[in-house]
């Protein structure tokens, strides 16, 4: 079984400011790691995915994770926040069974103050 | 390139009426299929997955059943709705074979007073 915390329901920054939104998962297997951005009334984008090979992955929007198998862990970072940035953000696990039943976390409302 | 469609993207029912929301992709075949219910706080809750056509999965027990009578055609139903049922709904399709990453539709809003 697969579980992600996602630490922190909100998160406030002001625009320029480091972004850090927490994730840890739990999986028996290796893990598939993802991160989704969804803005107000819409669905989930893609920020960036872990799979296999260099465990520090680049997104869209200047977005990128690190995957920390001591840890568990697999947070996104972005060094200066816009204001176009606030939007919760979900992480998901998913393991290499065959189907893409993604296990999502509650999500992280990122709050971007001028 | 592919495209996923939902509708209604919004809906206002009363308690005990019927539910029909429809979901369809373009540009790919043979697709995973999706439905997930987003309530405030809780995150994403997958509610039926479906592999091919007239394969479902349940992933809870619910108010809800699930039909895909076409390749690309993925419907959520309910009989009576509770208001328990309120929340938004999200489509998703990934391809056939596995690589993690799924595509959402723009979602349905339901609210049931």
């Known amino acids: 079984a697969q579980s992600v915390t996602q630490l922190g329901s909100h998160v406030s920054v002001s625009e320029g400011a480091l972004v850090l939104l927490r994730c840890n998962y739990s999986?028996?297997?290796?893990?598939?790691l993802f991160w989704y951005v969804q803005y107000p009334n819409q669905g989930l984008q893609l920020l960036l995915k872990?799979?296999?090979?260099?465990?520090l992955v680049k997104g869209i929007n200047g977005f990128e994770a690190e995957f920390k198998k001591s840890e568990t862990s697999f947070h996104l970072t972005k060094p200066s926040a816009h204001m176009s940035d606030a939007a919760e953000y979900f992480c998901?696990?998913?393991?290499?069974?065959?189907?893409?039943?993604?296990?999502f976390g509650k999500g992280t409302m990122l709050l971007v103050s001028p | 390139s592919q495209t996923i469609h939902q509708w209604p993207a919004t809906l206002v029912q009363p308690v005990g009426s019927p539910l029909s929301l429809e979901c369809t992709v373009e540009?790919?075949?043979?697709?995973?299929l999706y439905w997930y219910r987003q309530a405030a706080g809780r995150g994403l809750q997958l509610l039926f997955y479906s592999v091919g056509i007239g394969q479902i999965s349940s992933e809870v027990p619910q108010n809800l059943s699930a039909s895909r009578p076409q390749d690309r055609q993925f419907i959520l139903s309910s009989k009576k709705l509770l208001l328990s049922d309120s929340g938004f709904y999200l489509c998703?399709?990934?391809?056939?074979?596995?690589?993690?990453?799924?595509?959402f539709g723009e979602g349905s809003r339901l609210t049931v007073l």
């Open positions: 872990y799979t296999t090979g260099a465990t």
């Open positions: 540009g790919t075949s043979n697709p995973n």
């Open positions: 998901a696990v998913s393991d290499i069974s065959g189907y893409s039943t993604l296990t």
């Open positions: 999986s028996s297997v290796p893990p598939y």
């Open positions: 998703a399709w990934s391809v056939g074979h596995y690589t993690g990453e799924l595509f």
